[in-house]
């Protein structure tokens, strides 16, 4: 609030409109910072964040669980999205998923939570990417995200996008808050 008082002092001008217009201007510079203080209550809210700890980790765990029991299927619906070299693809297949168990255990038990959402928010990016890549060639048959058995249906697009973009706000919300920046300081003290 001292800001903009003494912005206000300072620029006691006319700007043509009869001095109206720097009033104008202060009332959004308080209105911004009020909409700035709501925004990040609202995602440092104990209910937000560990609404998205349990979707993000619980969603990759999930992900994780048919490509950790079925391996060779998974790998070959890899494969089939033709973005890596064949024998790359084969061991990012087997690697994946269990990146993706661990980054959702450790989301979910808040154990390096700001890392593992990074993480995980740059894995669905890349899968958006993928997704993206293999739409140009044809409709997506099974993507591989949650289930190895064919579908038999072709899966939208915009769905799959839509749905990793809400993946991406979980990861983010966790990644920018300031009780994950907490969290992240806590353990890093303890360790030092």
């Given amino acids: 609030m001292p800001k903009v008082l003494l912005w206000r002092v300072l620029c006691p001008c006319d700007f043509g409109n009869g001095g109206d217009s720097y009033y104008v201007d202060v009332m959004l510079i308080i209105k911004a910072n009020e909409m700035k203080e709501k925004f990040l209550f609202f995602f440092n809210h104990k209910l937000v ?111 799959l996008i839509f749905r990793d973009v809400l993946f991406l706000l979980c990861g983010l919300i966790l990644a920018l808050s300031n009780k994950a920046k907490k969290l992240h300081e806590s353990f890093l003290s303890q360790i030092y």
Avoid: H
């Fill in 49 to 159: 964040q560990f609404s998205a700890r349990l979707i993000l980790g619980g969603v990759f765990i999930y992900a994780s669980i048919d490509k950790i029991a079925y391996p060779k299927e998974f790998a070959a619906i890899v494969v089939k999205y033709q973005i890596l070299p064949e024998k790359l693809a084969i061991y990012f297949a087997f690697l994946l998923p269990w990146v993706e168990l661990f980054l959702g255990i450790f989301v979910i038990l808040g154990f390096l939570v700001r890392e593992s959402a990074i993480s995980l928010s740059f894995l669905v990016l890349v899968f958006m990417i993928a997704i993206l890549i293999r739409s140009l060639a044809g409709p997506i048959g099974n993507c591989g995200c949650f289930s190895i058995t064919p579908s038999g249906t072709s899966q939208s697009i915009a769905f």
